[in-house]
């Protein structure tokens, strides 16, 4: 079943938000409790809606960045690289990023 939210200021409602973008499922995450009761029960009663909502959410795991552990790891270790550089230069510690 996919997973509806409401934004908030608790962390579990901030990570569900933040997984459900990554996925490419901005529209589960409702910004009232009215607009979340709405989503919940028309996944619930449009089953043609629930089954598309289905399809894209394995969509958006299977092509979205947040479960491609080959292009995490790689940037990963470029971040590292990036470290070990600063810190084999005797620079202090700063923020780094791969662009």
Do not use: C, W
Request: hydrophobic share 40%.
């Amino acid at each position: 079943m996919p997973v509806v939210t409401k934004i908030g200021k608790q962390f579990a409602a901030r990570v569900a938000a933040s997984l459900l973008h990554n996925v490419g499922m901005q529209e589960l995450v409702a910004s009232s409790p009215q607009k979340y009761q709405a989503l919940a029960l028309k996944l619930a009663r449009d089953q043609k809606y629930l089954a598309d909502v289905k399809a894209r959410v394995k969509q958006g795991i299977a092509e979205g960045p947040l479960y491609d552990t080959q292009k995490f790891t790689r940037n990963f270790e470029a971040l590292m690289e990036k470290t070990l550089e600063r810190v084999n230069a005797g620079l202090k510690p700063e923020h780094i990023s791969l662009t």
